[in-house]
């Protein structure tokens, strides 16, 4: 994952509160097996509408998306994350987040920029100006800055530092890998464990790639009992 560290780009205003995220990605969507390749499907329904803020060619190169209160409720699919991301957004600026899209957001390198509604308002009247908007999210900083003005925000610490260094969760648990290693090393023999190359298996029959096995297999698989 790439590092995220500033940020600048033209912020783009989407007027709406309670955005749930079956509005930003339609759940017929879901159906993809892929983590990227999602652009064409984020507000999918609203870009069909004439007129939509994100079809107009003005702000085609919008990296920093200004929304309403509560941006992201509802489901917890990850799909909505992936579809900003893919688009190109980098920073979605609003006021209170649903507390999964959070979480998402910030384990694929969107961050999320929590201000309250007066400051969010007026970036939006800004960028909705002649003019346009541009703003810089400094992540390091924790300051939000635009043409004669910056407001600080905060994020979750541990995941804060993992966007700095360009790291998801996995690498986070890579780099303790000795310590696994050794725990795997000192534990009693007779415990079950999960076999080499189950894992990989599994997501080959996700995507088609081996045959299915039944369902006694699988769980054969699962427990590490000899076949």
Not at 42 to 66: N, S, Y
Not at 92 to 115: E, K, S
Not at 166 to 195: F, K
């Amino acid at each position: 994952m790439e590092p995220f560290v500033e940020h600048h780009g033209r912020a783009v205003a989407l007027r709406r509160d309670d955005v749930d995220t079956d509005q930003i990605l339609p759940a017929e969507y879901c159906k993809r097996v892929t983590k990227s390749g999602y652009e064409d499907a984020l507000f999918a329904r609203w870009r069909a509408e004439d007129g939509f803020v994100l079809e107009q060619p003005r702000h085609a190169d919008a990296t920093v998306l200004l929304a309403g209160r509560d941006f992201g409720i509802g489901s917890s699919r990850e799909h909505a994350v992936w579809a900003l991301r893919d688009w190109g957004f980098r920073a979605v600026v609003a006021t209170g987040f649903g507390d999964i899209f959070r979480r998402n957001a910030l384990n694929n390198g969107l961050v999320p920029v929590d201000l309250p509604t007066p400051v969010v308002e007026e970036l939006m009247d800004l960028a909705e100006s002649a003019e346009g908007l541009r703003l810089t999210v400094d992540l390091r900083a924790g300051l939000l800055r635009r043409p004669g003005g910056e407001h600080p925000f905060t994020v979750d610490a541990r995941a804060r530092a993992r966007l700095l260094e360009g790291q998801d969760v996995i690498a986070e648990t890579l780099l303790r890998s000795g310590e696994i290693e050794a725990y795997e090393a000192g534990r009693p023999s007779w415990l079950p464990e999960i076999p080499r190359g189950a894992f990989d298996r599994a997501e080959q029959r996700l995507r088609g790639e081996a045959p299915l096995q039944t369902e006694q297999r699988l769980r054969t698989d699962a427990a590490g009992v000899s076949r």
